[in-house]
């Protein structure tokens, strides 16, 4: 009998390739778990956390089923081996290693940025404000964060469409998969072009304005200074309030109403008699702008009244 262990043991020595192909190779596999692990969900299957190699009937096996972006799951090592038993796979287990409890963290999915900012920008083109005529086309600059879902499937909507204005925007989007809605602001901004007045000579304190007093330069709204005239139809009816030198932009403080009615001048006072309208002649005791209420002197009976400035050298009374 010894002399036959000594025999074997020489030959396992000399040949541990042969020996090896003799003896068979073990079947089982380890159950480990980690503490934590961070996994995009929604399903949680055990191959996605064991730490151990293990065959593809037991990595298959669903552990966890709804996970949301944001949540955590606690894998219990007894509900894994239920699981396992359930499915007929328990056998397979050598041992059990690792954690008893793996904490599971969705971290979700990331929406495709460049999918993300195109169906956004579809979205928004619709809202931009027109192109005034002979100006750069209006355009926009996009940011939106990339929400995590749980699913590469996603749809985006507008959860409140507004026209854009010029420059910043926030505009708040819905982003849903899986079941699930993230939602999220795009910062817009929008890139409007208007004309700005540059003064091409000298213009006097209310002296009346006129488009070819000025030279027009097209400019992105966003990059013009606050409080600059924007558009040929913001000198309409207007008077310089202070002295304009020659080169400098006009500026919304610098408009006035031009006076339709002076002091001084005669002036139609128009009287309503129900259906029926009598003009007479007056004379204003003040200057007055569109929709003012100035004080006139009847020419023919020399009495005071009251009227509403509706036109050039146009009172209307009013008692």
């Known amino acids: 009998m010894f002399r036959t262990l000594v025999l074997l043991t020489l030959l396992v020595a000399l040949t541990p390739t042969a020996f090896a192909a003799v003896v068979p190779s073990p079947t089982g596999w380890v159950l480990a778990l980690p503490d934590t692990v961070r996994l995009p969900g929604p399903q949680v299957r055990l191959g996605d956390i064991n730490l151990e190699a293990l065959p593809d009937a037991a990595a298959a096996v ?3 089923g709804d996970g949301r972006p944001g949540q955590l799951a606690v894998i219990d090592r007894r509900i894994v081996l239920r699981r396992l038993v359930e499915g007929g796979l328990a056998s397979g287990v050598e ?14 999915r990331a929406a495709d940025e460049a999918q993300l900012r195109a169906r956004v920008i579809s979205l928004l083109e619709p809202l931009l404000p027109e192109t005034p005529t002979g100006a750069p086309v209006t355009w926009m600059e996009l940011e939106v964060a990339t929400p995590r879902l749980s699913t590469d499937a996603w749809s985006v909507e507008l959860t409140d469409p507004q026209p854009l204005r010029p420059g910043r925007n926030l505009v708040p989007l819905r982003v849903a998969g899986g079941g699930r809605a993230a939602r999220v602001t795009a910062s817009v901004l929008c890139h409007v072009y208007g004309e700005v007045a540059i003064a091409r000579t000298s213009v006097a304190t ?3 304005l006129a488009v070819a007093q000025f030279a027009w330069e097209w400019r992105d709204l966003t990059t013009v200074a606050p409080g600059l005239a924007v558009g040929r139809a913001a000198v309409e009816g207007r008077s310089a309030g202070r002295v304009l030198a020659a080169g400098e932009p006009l500026r919304q403080a610098d408009l006035r109403a031009t006076p ?3 002091a001084g001048d005669t002036v139609d006072l128009a009287v309503q008699r129900g259906s029926v309208v009598v003009t007479v002649r007056a004379t204003a005791r003040q200057d007055g702008v569109l929709g003012q209420i100035v004080t006139v002197r009847n020419d023919i009976n020399g009495k005071l009244a009251t009227g509403r400035v509706s036109g050039p050298g146009l009172v209307e009374w009013r008692r």
């Open 95 to 108: 041992r059990c290693a690792g954690a008893e409890r793996c904490v599971v963290v969705f971290t979700g």
């Open 62 to 64: 669903v552990l966890a």
């Open 206 to 208: 209310a002296a009346p």
């Open 260 to 262: 339709l009615v002076r």
